[in-house]
T-cell receptor, first 113, second 114 residues
Framework: AQSVTQLGSHVSVSEGALVLLRCNYSSSVPPYLFWYVQYPNQGLQLLLK??????LVKGINGFEAEFKKSETSFHLTKPSAHMSDAAEYFCASRNTGGFKTIFGAGTRLFVKA | DGGITQSPKYLFRKEGQNVTLSCEQN?????MYWYRQDPGQGLRLIYYSQIVNDFQKGDIAEGYSVSREKKESFPLTVTSAQKNPTAFYLCASRMDSSTNEKLFFGSGTQLSVL
């Protein structure tokens, strides 16, 4: 069955430090993969997505993620954290041709001044 | 501007009462979805609809009902059979349910039990 696992429900970094949010997926074939961000009391916004082609995907606000089939991973990174990056981040997957998007449990990112 | 509008932003339910959450989109999207969000559990799919007059149960449909009489509207009713309805409810849409396109989300409805 399709599933998404996010390691770490909370991650805390200092402003200017590297951000690394981990995501592993389980699927019989490589799915479409997404990272969404949610600010308090709001809906989700897409940061980036992987469908086919280049495995390193660049998104908005300086975030990027790398699809690694051998590790079934799609970790999200940003070289230098900013206070405005504090939010909850969700990794999601959808099988090719599928109708359902499956979400991980989310990782809340805290950024310290 | 195109988007998804959810209302109300906050809703309170009395025991034994049915309540309906509104979701309207003007994006001309075919597919619409309802998710429930609980702290630490991510988003769980309640119902989804690929086209007008058609919808399917998601992973946690018990205690909920939906309708899709118009392309732009996908209301969710939380019935009295849902014993733990307190959660943040998110409506989403997608252009075509068979593509790799992203989901567009509304700003959510927080439902609480009195």
């Amino acid at each position: 069955a399709q599933s998404v696992t996010q390691l770490g429900s909370h991650v805390s970094v200092s402003e200017g430090a590297l951000v690394l949010l981990r995501c592993n997926y389980s699927s019989s074939v490589p799915p479409y993969l997404f990272w969404y961000v949610q600010y308090p009391n709001q809906g989700l916004q897409l940061l980036l997505k992987y469908t086919t082609g280049a495995t390193l995907v660049k998104g908005i606000n300086g975030f990027e993620a790398e699809f690694k089939k051998s590790e079934t991973s799609f970790h999200l990174t940003k070289p230098s954290a900013h206070m405005s990056d504090a939010a909850e981040y969700f990794c999601a997957s959808r099988n090719t041709g599928g109708f359902k998007t499956i979400f991980g449990a989310g990782t809340r990112l805290f950024v310290k001044a | 501007d195109g988007g998804i509008t959810q209302s109300p932003k906050y809703l309170f339910r009395k025991e034994g009462q049915n309540v309906t959450l509104s979701c309207e989109q003007n994006l001309n999207h075919d597919a619409m979805y309802w998710y429930r969000q609980d702290p630490g559990q991510g988003l769980r799919l309640i119902y989804y609809s690929q086209i007008v007059n058609d919808f399917q149960k998601g992973d946690i449909a018990e205690g909920y009902s939906v309708s899709r009489e118009k392309k732009e509207s996908f209301p969710l009713t939380v019935t009295s059979a849902q014993k733990n309805p307190t959660a943040f409810y998110l409506c989403a849409s997608r252009m075509d349910s068979s593509t790799n396109e992203k989901l567009f989300f509304g700003s959510g409805t927080q439902l609480s039990v009195l």
